[in-house]
Structure formats: C-alpha cells, structure tokens
Nanobody, 115 residues
Framework: QVQLVESGGGLVQPGGSLRLSCAASGINFGIYTMGWYRQAPEKERELVAIISSGGDSNYADSVKGRFTISRDNAKNMVYLQMNSLISEDTAVYYC?????????WGQGTQVTVSS
C-alpha cells in the first residue's frame, strides 16, 4: 500500500520559514519524480516544486529563490524548505509522487502565513 505522509505545516509570521517533510512508503522511491503542490481556498491546486529521480528540480515562478525542494532516497523522504514566506503562500500543501502512469498523493498539510 502506497502512503505519502506530509508533516511540518503550521502557522508562521510573514518573513518566516517552515520545512515540510513527506515520508513515502510502498513505492520504489528512487525512481519516482516527487513534487509539492498547494491549494489555497477557492483556488485550483498548483505546482510548487518538483524534483526528478536524478535530482533535477523545477519551481513555480512565485516561489523561485524562496523555496527549495530536496530528497533523501535512503530515507524515502522529500522536503520543501520555505523561506521568506508571504501571505500568498497560505494553502494546503500536498506531496505527490509520479512514475509513468503511477501517481499518488498525500493527504496534505496546512500552511498559514499570518501576523
């Protein structure tokens, strides 16, 4: 059974930082592309960052220079370091893994940026 479990969300002030973690199980982690997505209230889910099995990463323009995605294949973990957070980053953040037609999602973790 495939499971993706996110953690690390919470309430943070503008300008602050958070580190999200996603623990994967039930998959051959190293061959999967991993990604972080987010969905704000009344908005569609959007890509935040992805990292390939080879470690290549891409980011949404809105988070470039502020967020960093990384993975630890030995631990089956993917991370999202979020710095210089702004109110527009408030959303539920989801972890996703994909390999060919196999796609799985986590349950999400809430990130709220507010003073």
């Amino acid at each position: 059974q495939v499971q993706l479990v996110e953690s690390g969300g919470g309430l943070v002030q503008p300008g602050g930082s958070l580190r999200l973690s996603c623990a994967a199980s039930g998959i051959n982690f190293g061959i999967y592309t991993m990604g972080w997505y987010r969905q704000a209230p009344e908005k569609e889910r959007e890509l935040v960052a992805i990292i390939s099995s080879g470690g290549d990463s891409n980011y949404a323009d809105s988070v470039k220079g502020r967020f960093t995605i990384s993975r630890d294949n030995a631990k089956n973990m993917v991370y999202l370091q979020m710095n210089s957070l702004i109110s527009e980053d408030t959303a539920v953040y989801y972890c996703k893994c994909a390999f060919r037609w196999y796609v799985y999602w986590g349950q999400g973790t809430q990130v709220t940026v507010s003073s």
